[in-house]
């Protein structure tokens, strides 16, 4: 029989490619949407009008319209993604952080609970690397100690623990997977990676001047976020619940994802001076292309984020670094390549439309 899947957060980066490979598996797959006067749907607008891809309207501060959807959908899967997933806005509001991140999942678990899915329906729950904070010890994995270290991490952190109490408590198939980083073409551009990737670009195109960067020496573990769906699928077809890192074991700096992205447009960068006086030059002009801004460092910051992926790797068979980190930032690069590309070519297009009204060539 064909699978039934509900993903919240379907439009966002990892409910984009979620949905499409549980498509391709033959699921039937539900996504949650939140009623806005402005669509933010360009990631999943390929998928609408497919006959096993369905949108509901709903919300995870509200536990009625959950309840509403779970009831009629009656999946086998629930993935929660929705999230406020920005660590620089949930200093600036950690309540709606707290609300969604946290209670939010709360909801889900109920919503499973009270429509009797208790015992057919499995949970992934998207957790977060941020939950190991002022990390205690390198790299991080199931058992390393957590210690948040922004209101986005401790609103994530009761998202973890309660899926592990309903998971005791109920005896109920629900697993939290333990992302760090992962990237893709489809990041939201006020996340660093597509930040650098973009400017990368558009610095390349002439379409902006400078890039500014909050801390360059902290460190990550990143990934491919298609590459990351697949393990969120496989963490719910195990045969028993368990929570699982979803990292790539291996680690790169700011500074380094900096200098691959601009070197894959064809600028070579090289940097010097330390903290808020660091500054990317490019070598062939020696014009000061990156520089450090106080602006975009957190009150408290996590400086050493690095997984441990060999839980996953062994038990479900993920294979990590599918994608490696150099053909990621590349991807992401030739994407944001051809997006200013066709930036520049539409502000032409625009500019020769105003002169020929204005001389009266068209009307």
């Known amino acids: 029989m064909m699978k039934t899947a509900l993903i919240t957060g379907v439009t966002g980066q990892d409910g984009s490619f979620l949905a499409e490979f549980l498509l391709e598996k033959g699921y039937e797959v539900h996504g949650t949407i939140r009623r806005s006067s402005v669509d933010y749907r360009e990631r999943i607008a390929h998928l609408e009008g497919l006959p096993h891809f369905h ?96 209101p986005y991490a401790v609103a994530k ?93 291996v680690q790169h700096s700011v500074r380094d994802f900096c200098r691959l992205a601009f070197h894959y447009v064809g600028i070579e960068l090289e940097f010097s001076g330390e903290g808020e006086n660091e500054k990317g030059v490019d070598k062939a002009t020696g014009k000061v292309l990156v520089e450090v801004s106080s602006d975009f460092y957190r009150p408290t910051d996590v400086v050493n984020l690095w997984g441990d992926p060999s839980k996953a790797r062994e038990q479900l068979g993920w294979n990590p670094v599918k994608t490696s980190f150099e053909q990621l930032v590349k991807i992401m690069v030739d994407a944001d390549m051809e997006k ?17 009204l204005e001389k009266g060539i068209v009307k």
């Open 55 to 150: 949108l509901h309207y709903a919300d995870m501060g509200d536990s009625m319209s959950l309840l509403q959807v779970v009831g009629k959908v009656r999946p086998d899967e629930i993935y929660n993604l929705a999230a406020q997933s920005h660590v620089q806005v949930s200093f600036d509001s950690p309540e709606f952080t707290a609300d969604v991140d946290a209670t939010g999942v709360l909801r889900v678990l109920e919503a499973v609970r009270l429509c009797g899915l208790a015992a057919t329906c499995r949970i992934y729950q998207a957790s977060t690397s941020e939950l190991y904070g002022k990390v205690e010890e390198v790299p991080q994995n199931e058992n390393t100690p957590f210690h948040p270290y922004s």
């Open 157 to 249: 952190l009761y998202g973890y623990w309660i899926v592990k109490e309903y998971r005791e408590a109920y005896g109920m198939f629900c697993c939290s997977g333990i992302l760090f980083n992962h990237e893709s073409e489809r990041r939201g551009e006020t996340f660093v990676t597509r930040k650098i990737t973009l400017a990368a670009a558009r610095i390349r195109q002439g379409k902006q001047e400078k890039l500014y960067l909050g801390n360059l020496s902290s460190l990550r573990d990143w990934g491919y976020a298609k590459d990351y769906v697949e393990c969120m699928w496989l963490i719910l077809q195990n045969d028993k619940p368990e929570d699982f890192v979803i990292a790539t074991g």
């Open 340 to 356: 200013v590309a066709l930036e520049r070519a539409s502000d032409r297009i625009r500019t020769n439309l105003a002169e020929y």
